[in-house]
T-cell receptor, first 117, second 112 residues
Framework: AQSVTQLDSQVPVFEEAPVELRCNYS??????LFWYVQYPNQGLQLLLK??????LVKGINGFEAEFNKSQTSFHLRKPSVHISDTAEYFC???????????????FGKGTHLIIQP | SQTIHQWPATLVQPVGSPLSLECTVE??????LYWYRQAAGRGLQLLFY??????ISSEVPQNLSASRPQDRQFILSSKKLLLSDSGFYLC???????????FGQGTRLTVV
């Protein structure tokens, strides 16, 4: 079974400063990787995903993430944050199966990004 | 384009009452469907997973059940709610293969 660890439950950052949200995963097989954002009382919106190819993935709202297989990490970064980035961020993995199928997403516990003016 | 609808948005139910949350997907066929529960500070927990009509996988033992009576309809139910069933319930769908899951807007359930 796979698991996802988001080391920081809360990250306060000043507006226009850079931010990195950490995500590590554990799996005995290859995985697909995702970052989602959740605004209060709403569903989850996909920020970006890594399926294959380039390990640096760019997403919406200026976010990017880098897949590091040796460190089993998929950290999310943004060079300059805005007040509107205040939200909960979730890292998720999905297991690849040799037959081409995939299982449900496994999520981390989330990181609350707090942007301070 | 594909859309997912989940209702109601909020629900307050007494302990011991039944529950029925509905989720429908439009614009795609044979989706994988999921029910997640989000408790405060605890991330998302996968409750049920369905790859087709009548096919339900339960990820955790609990007071809830799920059904998929039609290809694009997924229902979360309980015969008797417990206080511990309170939470934010999210329905999601994904296509075949490696794609991401797409989420509904969620239902805030409060059991009193």
């Amino acid at each position: 079974a796979q698991s996802v660890t988001q080391l920081d439950s809360q990250v306060p950052v000043f507006e226009e400063a850079p931010v990195e949200l950490r995500c590590n995963y554990s799996s005995s097989v290859s995985v697909y990787l995702f970052w989602y954002v959740q605004y209060p009382n709403q569903g989850l919106q996909l920020l970006l995903k890594y399926l294959s190819g380039s390990t640096l993935v760019k997403g919406i709202n200026g976010f990017e993430a880098e897949f590091n297989k040796s460190q089993t990490s998929f950290h999310l970064r943004k060079p300059s944050v805005h007040i509107s980035d205040t939200a909960e961020y979730f890292c998720a993995v999905r297991t690849m199966y040799s037959g081409g199928g995939a299982d449900g997403l496994t999520f981390g516990k989330g990181t609350h990004l707090i942007i301070q003016p | 384009s594909q859309t997912i609808h989940q209702w109601p948005a909020t629900l307050v139910q007494p302990v011991g009452s039944p529950l029925s949350l509905e989720c429908t997907v439009e614009g795609t066929s044979n989706p994988n469907l999921y029910w997640y529960r989000q408790a405060a500070g605890r991330g998302l927990q996968l409750l049920f997973y369905s790859v087709g009509i009548g096919q339900i996988s339960s990820e955790v033992p609990q007071n809830l059940s799920a059904s998929r009576p039609q290809d694009r309809q997924f229902i979360l139910s309980s015969k008797k709610l417990l206080l511990s069933d309170s939470g934010f319930y999210l329905c999601a769908w994904s296509g075949p293969g490696a794609g991401e899951a797409f989420f509904g807007q969620g239902t805030r359930l409060t059991v009193v």
